[in-house]
């Protein structure tokens, strides 16, 4: 069974920094086109980035281009999102999700989240 | 940017009605949509890729369609289990963008 597995969510102050994990099972990640996607809480969904199998290219939303920077280690089958000067804005659940194919940017693999609380 | 505008905002239904969701993106994006299901405290779940295709495990009351700028989610038969936010998501442009959602509840 494919399973994504986020960590690293918790409460930042206002301009601090946290970095969030994406761990896999089931699955090669190293084969996998992913993403971040946020929710906030009560509100839609947020596509936040992507990164392709080989760790280039990269994209980013406006609302986190040049603050997070998201990365990948294939050796350990896992994905990350690196985020400064964070704002209250930025407080979500962070989904980590597999693009589809590498031709179908639909989504077809979530984990179940990480809060992330922005907040003095 | 594309800006992707579903409606409505809530739909109400009775449990074995049909419900038509809509979703409009400001310019084309080909068949490059995919929808989702979520429900509360719970990870969206794809339903739909490329406008129509069902995702694996997708019961066939769920169906898709449309192509350019305007498609439609049509869930022919409600059951308990459907009710909750549906959103829909270009992946045709860079960036990547969701709908607002559309609420189906329980009338």
């Known amino acids: 069974e494919v399973q994504l597995v986020e960590s690293g969510g918790g409460l930042v102050q206002p301009g601090g920094s946290l970095r969030l994990s994406c761990a896999a099972t089931g699955v090669t990640l190293s084969n996998s086109e992913m993403n971040w996607v946020r929710q906030a809480p009560g509100k839609g969904l947020e596509w936040v980035s992507f990164?392709?199998?080989?760790?280039?290219?990269?994209y980013y939303a406006d609302s986190v281009k040049g603050r997070f920077t998201i990365s990948r280690d294939n050796a350990k089958n896992s994905l990350y999102l690196l985020m400064n000067s964070l704002r209250a804005e930025d407080t979500a659940v962070y989904f980590c999700?597999?693009?589809?194919?590498?031709?179908?940017?639909?989504?077809?693999?979530w984990g179940q989240g990480t809060l992330v609380t922005v907040s003095s | 940017e594309i800006v992707m505008t579903q409606s409505p905002a809530t739909l109400s239904v009775s449990p074995g009605e049909r419900a038509t969701l809509s979703c409009r993106a400001s310019q084309s994006v080909n068949s490059n949509l995919a929808w989702y299901q979520q429900k509360p405290g719970q990870a969206p779940r794809l339903l739909i890729s490329?406008?129509?295709t069902r995702a694996t495990g997708i019961p066939a009351r769920f169906s898709g369609s449309g192509s350019g700028t305007e498609f439609t989610l049509t869930i022919s038969s409600l059951q308990s289990e459907d009710f909750a936010v549906y959103y829909c998501q270009q992946y045709n442009n860079w960036p990547r963008a969701f709908g607002q959602g559309t609420k189906v509840e329980i009338k």
């Open positions: 990164i392709s199998s080989s760790g280039t290219p990269t």
């Open positions: 999700a597999r693009d589809r194919s590498i031709f179908d940017g639909s989504f077809d693999c």
């Open positions: 490329g406008a129509s």
